[in-house]
């Protein structure tokens, strides 16, 4: 959904919604640290009745390393639940080339198990023609695995990449990603991968779905699912592509002022502090006959200069704010102009 106003439900999301699509890093935990209330309230969505699969565009750990992570917080977390980049990546390389085909494979151990998984075969030279090559990211590539990638490509095989992530968040800073991996070999190739695995483009919950119908049961539909995430331009995206609703949680990257000034396609269809707002209904965001927005008693009004609040801790307050915030600039409001509030959500 990416419309103006953000929906409402009279009951917990997790009632409202079968299957929850949950990003990891800044939803769940911060590296190895749990975020505040996250696996408390992933417990509570469960007793609900809610099927929960963790999503990542990270292709290098494993499915098993990620659920003992988890665990690890008090989760009851199965391999199966965590679908990475290299899981989703794997299938689909295996729907467009026959089986048993030669594939040659740049990334993790990961990613050339899950290759192996589908009866395909990996290689690592280019010289044998391999019909496909995959390219994910792990820290020791090198300029000549990247080259295999290349010749492969230029020869003709089918390109695929696990994402397109520009960066990657390192404990001394900002470090290039699989996108900035990825351009170098478009760079040298002129060809672009003819697909991706990784948010944003919705493959990832799509493949989540198809994996969850596991022993017999049938598939969630796409509308009974929720994708949740911290940013916009990742887990949000993917999901207004997919057609998939969508939960913002403000414990990760994208903060209120980013949120406010969110163009359509990155909107939330719901906004909540943390993962607490995964197990209680959403009100309603109503426009009031002045103009003025109001969700739960809390108002934003605008005077031709300046959004106010009538309370700037409040989440409340927050998803007023962003109905006002989002008809003002689909009706061509340029917001650089506009004073914003300060919000301080805690």
Request: charged content about 20%; glycine content about 10%.
């Amino acid at each position: 959904m990416s419309a103006t106003v953000l929906k409402a439900t009279g009951q917990a999301l997790s009632q409202a919604y079968r299957l929850a699509l949950l990003d990891l890093d800044g939803v769940v935990y911060y590296g190895k640290q749990p975020v505040d209330h996250a696996a408390s309230s992933i417990r509570e969505a469960e007793r609900l009745g809610m099927t929960i699969e963790y999503t990542t565009n990270n292709s290098s750990r494993m499915q098993a390393t990620v659920a003992q992570q988890l665990r690890g917080f008090g989760l009851d977390v199965e391999p199966w639940q965590v679908i990475t980049s290299s899981v989703v990546a794997a299938r689909m390389v295996a729907r467009h080339v026959p089986q048993g085909s030669k594939v040659l494979v740049l990334g993790a151990e990961h990613l050339r198990q899950e290759v192996e998984r589908q009866g395909l075969k990996v290689t690592d030279r280019a010289e044998g023609r391999p019909v496909a090559a995959i390219q994910g990211w792990y820290p020791d590539m090198s300029w000549q695995q990247m080259a295999q990638v290349a010749f492969a490509v230029e020869a003709g095989a089918q390109y695929f990449v696990t994402n397109r992530d520009l960066t990657i968040p390192r404990e001394l800073g900002v470090a290039p990603g699989c996108g900035s991996m990825i351009q170098a070999v478009v760079n040298a190739t002129g060809v672009e991968p003819l697909a991706s695995a990784g948010k944003p483009e919705s493959a990832m919950y799509d493949e989540a779905r198809m994996l969850a119908a596991h022993d017999g049961e049938d598939m969630v539909p796409c509308e009974a699912a929720l994708a949740i995430g911290d940013r916009l331009d990742t887990d949000i995206e993917a999901g207004n592509r997919g057609g998939y609703d969508s939960l913002l949680v403000l414990t990760g990257v994208t903060d209120p002022d980013i949120l406010l000034r969110a163009v359509p396609g990155l909107r939330p269809t719901y906004v909540s502090a943390d993962l607490r707002g995964l197990n209680v209904p959403q009100p309603a965001v109503e426009r009031m006959p002045d103009g003025d927005w109001r969700c739960g008693g809390m108002t934003a009004t605008f005077d031709g200069s300046r959004v106010q609040v009538s309370d700037s801790g409040s989440i409340d307050a927050l998803r007023a704010a962003c109905a006002l915030c989002w008809t003002l600039m689909d009706t061509g409001t340029d917001l650089s102009g506009v004073e914003l509030p300060q919000f301080r959500i805690a």
